[in-house]
């Protein structure tokens, strides 16, 4: 356990961080899970909607630096191209 009160301050704040980037991380795993969820039912309409939704989260997370901006951008990639592809 920490003894100075700087030590002290920094075991607060990594704990109030740890928890907002745990938060933040599980808002974009749910948007995605349910974008290839919806893929998967195979609802192009739906699916369309959901992908606006889920670029959003991704842009959040990039401004939150929870992720790279290369990894968003790979993913949205990826993710249109299933949902173009749809029928």
Do not use: P
């Not at 795993?29 to 989260?57: C, H, P």
């Amino acid at each position: 356990m920490a003894n100075h009160f700087s030590a002290l301050k920094r075991a607060r704040q990594t704990t109030k961080r740890t928890a907002r980037n745990r938060s933040n991380t599980s808002r974009l795993r749910t948007a995605l899970r349910t974008l290839r969820e919806t893929i998967a039912k195979g609802d192009k309409q739906a699916a369309e909607q959901t992908y606006r939704q889920t670029v959003s989260a991704l842009d959040k997370a990039i401004q939150k630096g929870t992720l790279h901006e290369n990894t968003a951008s790979r993913y949205k990639s990826r993710l249109s191209a299933r949902v173009a592809a749809m029928k």
